[in-house]
C-alpha cells in the first residue's frame, strides 16, 4: 500500500510533556496538510505545506504547534507542553496540485493524561 | 466565511433502499464542495467533488450529489444502499479567501444501512 502513512497510531502523553507525529505522504505529491478531528466533529485544518514550504497556518496552530517538512518528503508535527484540550484525531492528508482530492491517512490519536 | 452544515447526525435506511445525506453550505463567490467517507480505523476517502459545470456530479462507489445553488444545498445521494455504505460520511467546501489551499468540513453525518 502506498498510501498516506502516519506514525504513531496512538499516544499517550502526560499534561506537560511534547509530542511529536510523523506523516508520509504520497511520494509525487507535492501537498501536505494537517488536520485535527475531535469526536463529533469534523476534521478542523491546522496547516498546509507546498513542497518544503509551510504557505498557511490556521489560528487553530498555537505557538506551541510547530510542523516542518523539510526536503519537502515527510512532515513531523510536534506540540509542545501538551495539554488535555489537545487530544485528538490528527489527521495528515497529501495531494497533488491542489484540493480537488485529498489523500488522508488513518491518524494518530492522541491523549493527554 | 464558508460553513457547511450536516442536519441529521445519523440517518438509517434499510438495504437495497435509496440514501440521501444532506449538506448545505455558506459562502461567498463560487462553491467547491466535496464530500468524504470515513470508515472505522481508516482514513477519510474522497467521494466526489463539485468544481463547476454539471449539477449532478457522480463519484466513487456509486455515490452521486447534487448541487443545487438556489437551495444552496449539496446532498449526496444513492440508489440502492449497501450494508457495506455504512460510515461516517462529511461533506466539506473549500475555504474562499484568495490563496486559501483548505477544506471546511461539515460535522459529519453516520450512515447505518439495515440489512
Known amino acids: 500500500d502506498t498510501g498516506v502513512s502516519q506514525n504513531p497510531r496512538h499516544k499517550i502523553t502526560k499534561r506537560g510533556q511534547n509530542v511529536t507525529f510523523r506523516c508520509d505522504p504520497i511520494?509525487?505529491?507535492?501537498?501536505l496538510y494537517w488536520y485535527r478531528q475531535t469526536l463529533g466533529q469534523g476534521p478542523e485544518f491546522l496547516t498546509y505545506?507546498?513542497?518544503?514550504?509551510?504557505?498557511?497556518k490556521s489560528r487553530l496552530l498555537s505557538d506551541r504547534f510547530s510542523a516542518e517538512r523539510p526536503k519537502g518528503s515527510f512532515s513531523t508535527l510536534e506540540i509542545q507542553r501538551t495539554e488535555q484540550g489537545d487530544s485528538a484525531m490528527y489527521l495528515c492528508?497529501?495531494?497533488?496540485?491542489?484540493?480537488?482530492?485529498?489523500?488522508f491517512g488513518s491518524g494518530t490519536q492522541l491523549s493527554v493524561l | 466565511a464558508q460553513s457547511v452544515a450536516q442536519p441529521e447526525d445519523q440517518v438509517n435506511v434499510a438495504e437495497g433502499n435509496p440514501l440521501t445525506v444532506k449538506c448545505t453550505y455558506s459562502?461567498?463567490?463560487?462553491?467547491?464542495l466535496f464530500w468524504y467517507v470515513q470508515y472505522p480505523n481508516r482514513g477519510l476517502q474522497f467521494l466526489l467533488k463539485?468544481?463547476?459545470?454539471?449539477?449532478l456530479v457522480k463519484g466513487s462507489y456509486g455515490f452521486e450529489a447534487e448541487f443545487n445553488k438556489s437551495q444552496t444545498s449539496f446532498h449526496l445521494k444513492k440508489p440502492s444502499a449497501l450494508v457495506s455504505d455504512s460510515a461516517l460520511y462529511f461533506c466539506?467546501?473549500?475555504?474562499?479567501?484568495?490563496?486559501?489551499?483548505?477544506?471546511?468540513f461539515g460535522t459529519g453525518t453516520r450512515l447505518t444501512v439495515i440489512p
Open positions: 459562502v461567498s463567490g463560487n462553491p467547491y
Open positions: 511520494s509525487e505529491h507535492n501537498r
Open positions: 466539506a467546501v473549500r475555504a474562499t479567501r484568495t490563496g486559501a489551499n483548505n477544506l471546511f
Open positions: 463539485y468544481i463547476t459545470g454539471d449539477n
Open positions: 505545506f507546498q513542497n518544503e514550504a509551510q504557505l498557511e
Open positions: 492528508a497529501s495531494s497533488f496540485g491542489g484540493l480537488e482530492k485529498l489523500f
